[in-house]
């Protein structure tokens, strides 16, 4: 209830200067002129722009936004203001999804689901054991596939894809040291509620366990979950590191933030208000991207220093095993994904 409260009276402030701009149009206009319905005309309230984010506050992707928000705000002369929501208080990722398709939210960020609800059929680049790097990912999303994810992410998500931002490498964290893919025969494993992923790490022996990110840590501390996979920020800035003591560089998804915008809204501005999303969220993302790089160096000290046991092992191993996986994951995919992803893995 008290999400939805919080939705509604942001919405509201939205449609209320939004009717202000229509109004004050109407009155200062010439004899005969139409008022415009853009969401960006000139009025003294900016519009306002909630942004849901499922992830905590001090992640590399939550300053990445605040940078986003004050350079938005000061390129758009006040025209537009971003007011940021952290740590899940407007829902949890999959509650954004269809809080953005609704036009309850404006634009959100989010990972894996995205396009895992939207375009399963089209998008590799979500599915752990392919890439070797993270300049694969945006191979694919720069050709023809990824043009086919981004119109599936239009048609059935009413958003647009604003901009995509490195995560870094996805590893495994667990609560037993696993040195090769048959130690992870009955590991509990936590991951999103993504059917390729538990497909995957079915097929490597894993139990498969869909719990909500903000769930995770409460899950692994009780024993209803033995491991997790996330990024290393994630895992040092949520404290994996106090309930998982091993930390597994299995580097299996170099997976990326994907930036969205609710297509209603978006079409709705004026042009000029557009090309400073995009290009601000542009320049944002390579920032951040840039950050990233120097703080998982840091990190990786930094759960050392903790007690977590940083565990190396043969990701080519790994990538061997999972291979029935993903043969049983390409038959839900379009044909011409499944001839690109095997560039990947010959």
Not at 253 to 278: A, C, R, S
């Amino acid at each position: 209830m008290k999400k939805k409260a919080t939705i509604l009276l942001a919405a509201l402030l939205v449609i209320a200067s939004l009717f202000g701009c229509s109004s004050s149009k109407s009155e200062s206009g010439t004899t005969g002129s139409t008022p415009s319905t853009s969401a960006a005309s000139d009025t003294a309230k900016p519009i306002e722009i909630i942004f849901a984010i499922h992830t905590n506050a001090g992640t590399n992707e939550n300053d990445t936004l605040e940078r986003y928000k004050k350079l938005v705000e000061e390129r758009s002369g006040g025209k537009l203001t971003i007011s940021l929501y952290p740590g899940a208080v407007l829902g949890s990722e999959l509650e954004n999804l269809e809080q953005v398709k609704m036009g309850e939210v404006q634009m959100s960020i989010f990972g894996d689901n995205l396009t895992s609800k939207l375009a399963a059929e089209y998008d590799p680049t979500v599915v752990p054991f392919i890439f070797e790097n993270v300049d694969q990912v945006y191979e694919v999303w720069n050709g023809p596939v990824g043009d086919k994810i981004k119109a599936a992410i239009e048609e059935r998500g009413n958003q647009y894809l604003v901009a995509l931002q490195t995560r870094g490498a996805r590893n495994l964290t667990a609560s037993k040291k696993i040195t090769a893919p048959g130690e992870l025969k009955g590991l509990k494993l936590r991951v999103p509620e993504i059917t390729s992923w538990v497909t995957v790490w079915k097929s490597l022996g894993a139990l498969p366990t869909p719990i909500a990110w903000s769930e995770t840590y409460s899950a692994l501390q009780t024993g209803v979950a033995d491991g997790q996979e996330n990024p290393l920020e994630n895992i040092y800035v949520n404290k994996i590191y106090e309930v998982n003591k091993y930390t597994v560089m299995t580097q299996h998804l170099y997976n990326v933030f994907h930036w969205t915008i609710n297509k209603d809204f978006y079409d709705g501005l004026d042009p000029e208000l557009q090309k400073i999303l995009m290009d601000t969220a542009a320049e944002c993302c390579e920032w951040g991207n840039e950050q990233l790089a120097a703080k998982e160096a840091k990190i990786l000290e930094d759960l050392k220093a903790a007690g977590n046991e940083i565990v190396e092992v043969d990701k080519e191993a790994f990538i061997k095993a999972a291979r029935p996986g993903l043969e049983e994951v390409a038959k839900t995919w379009d044909p011409e994904v499944w001839e690109v992803v095997k560039g990947y893995l010959e």
